[in-house]
């Protein structure tokens, strides 16, 4: 058995005091290496544990909460009360500042009138000639008319044209060039041979690319009427009709790219049957909205990718200002162009709604958003005094400007005191990436201050994928960008869509060349053209009439 030796000098005693010393501060130093990176951990997981709980409360309130991106008046953010003041708070409202309610006119309750534009049928209730005169012989005088006016819905009312073509001949007796047989001339359609008429195909279409009712729920609707019309013929019907107007989309194509701006945007579709792809994976549906203000163009267009070599295919040849969001396809699309790309600041102004909505820098958030509604503020008076586009450019360079570099400095600063990856740290340098493109409007007032208008015009796509959920064919796809073109060009320049389609499938036929097919194009038409055309319509029992769209 081994017995340690004990120091026995003061020396040895010393140097085991030293040795012990070292081994305990690097012991210690280890710890605090340790403890350090501990509280860097837990620095980690608060960090994540909010943005976790940012993301929970935005989840929650876009599941439950209202959707209106309106900014709301202060008195209903009663949950500030609960936040700690922040750096940089809004500047408090001086004691002597008072709140001046602007006056109103208070409206009057009750039914908003029917519109004039809905036709009427007169029917007048009058007393019995026995109950106008008097025991006397006295006639009742007429006074006045008591109106009342209801509403009267038919369901869809169904019936067969039977057209028949008296076919004569040329007596054996006679001689005469050319055929001895003579048949009245046919009606065109706009799918020949077929049992559509024009007024069927415009109930149809309508139906499913403006109401969102799938061919299946109208099979249905048309066996209890006792058609027989199958989900699959009105595919095809529609198909067909791609098919025959294609020079159409090719006309639209061409007018659009020569837009002063385009605004575009793209969602998801599921699209079957794609060669060489599966079945789960997603395609788009991309939107491009151009033309006048007062004669919108909107363009559909399916394609199975999102990447930037869409836009580039897309804006082949196009030279002026894309506004879109800040997806990065679209600076890649436009690399090598001549196009200018425009921000959208109604998207800027969602990312701080999420922070308000989120429960933290709610106060920041708020900032924010009072800066942009400054903005929004001043395109609205524009539209209210209805400046021309190079007053309203004047009028943003004078009013817009100034809040766009007090905007610009508040971001800067705000960028380096929240985290990045915080939403608010998101929605700061989401708008610091995009600025240059978000202040691009400024240059010319013909560009609008967000692309809600785009956005606007995809909604009744999502809307209708919500019911069909996808497209069996690339075809089919194709179609269906086609006809939503036809269907949202018509509804932004005012015109109800049956009736548009109605009147395109009953002129379509007849048309002759480039300068016809251009005519019928919902900008190109007027209401006084649809009027003209079914006032004196065979198939139409009542007068036409348009609602407003």
Known sequence: MMIETLPTTHEELQKIIEMAVVNDRGR?????MQNQK???QIENLKEQLGYLQEQLKLFQSWRFARRSEKALPDETHQYRLFNEAEEGVVEPIAPEATLVVPEHVRKKGGRKPLSDKIPRIEIVHDLPESEKTLADGTQLKEIKEETKEIVISIPKTVYIEKHIHKVYAVPEN????????RTAPTTLQMIPKSMASSSLLADVLTSKFCDALPFYRQEKIFERHGVDLPRQTMCQWSMKIHESARVLQDIIEEDLLKSRVLGMD?????VLSESDRSNTLNSYMWVCRG????KPILLYQYNQSRGGKVVTELLKGYTGYLQCDGYAGYDSGTANSDIKLVGCWAHARRKFKEVEIGGKNTISAQEALKQIQELYKIESEARDQ?????????????ESIPILNKFKGWLDKRSVQVPPKSLIGKAVLY???EWDKLVRYTEDGHIPIDNNLVENAIRPFVVGRKNWLFSGSPGGAEASAFIYSLIETAKANGIEPYWYLFYLFDKFPLARGEDDYRKLLPYNISMDDLSAHFDKH????????????
């Open 28 to 32: 210690i130093k280890d710890l605090e």
């Open 38 to 40: 501990q509280i860097e």
């Open 174 to 181: 006679v001689e005469v060039e050319g055929s001895r047989i």
């Open 266 to 270: 793209e969602t998801r579709v599921q």
């Open 291 to 294: 033309g006048e203000s007062e």
């Open 386 to 398: 209805k400046l021309n586009p190079d007053a309203l450019r004047k009028k943003r360079q004078s």
């Open 431 to 433: 708008a610091l990436g």
């Open 538 to 549: 065979p198939t139409l029992t009542m007068k036409f009439s348009t609602p407003s769209a």
